[in-house]
């Protein structure tokens, strides 16, 4: 069994920071792809960001693109989604997923439905 229990979330003014973590506990973390996805009030949840189990390739959508920054602790079995000069449409509750599987393409990585586990969520909130 595994738990993502992401934290970190919050109030924010635009163009603030908020850092996003996702801990998790059970099978080795250390060889899951994660990615974080966002959901906004009214709209399905996309693909945010994605980084491969050793760290050494990161993804990221358009949007947050020079903005989000993923990272993990593989040590501490965290990953993390540092998050600057946030903007209103930002706002949305941002998951972490795990996938063990290998993605051939990065293409996969923003894919929801090929990820094995999901956290609880935790609520970003945005203010103009």
């Known amino acids: 069994q595994v738990q993502l229990v992401e934290s970190g979330g919050g109030l924010v003014q635009a163009e603030g920071s908020l850092r996003l973590s996702c801990a998790s506990s059970g099978r080795s973390f250390s060889r899951a792809n994660i990615g974080w996805f966002r959901q906004a009030p009214g709209k399905e949840r996309q693909f945010a960001a994605a980084i491969t189990w050793n760290g050494g390739s990161t993804y990221y959508a358009d949007s947050v693109k020079g903005r989000f920054t993923i990272s993990r602790d593989n040590a501490k079995n965290t990953v993390y989604l540092q998050m600057n000069s946030l903007k209103p449409e930002d706002t949305a509750v941002y998951y972490c997923?795990?996938?063990?599987?290998?993605?051939?393409?990065?293409?996969?990585?923003?894919?929801?439905?090929?990820?094995?586990?999901w956290g609880q969520g935790t609520q970003v909130t945005v203010s103009s």
């Open positions: 997923a795990a996938a063990w599987r290998l993605f051939s393409s990065s293409d996969y990585y923003t894919r929801e439905y090929l990820y094995d586990y």
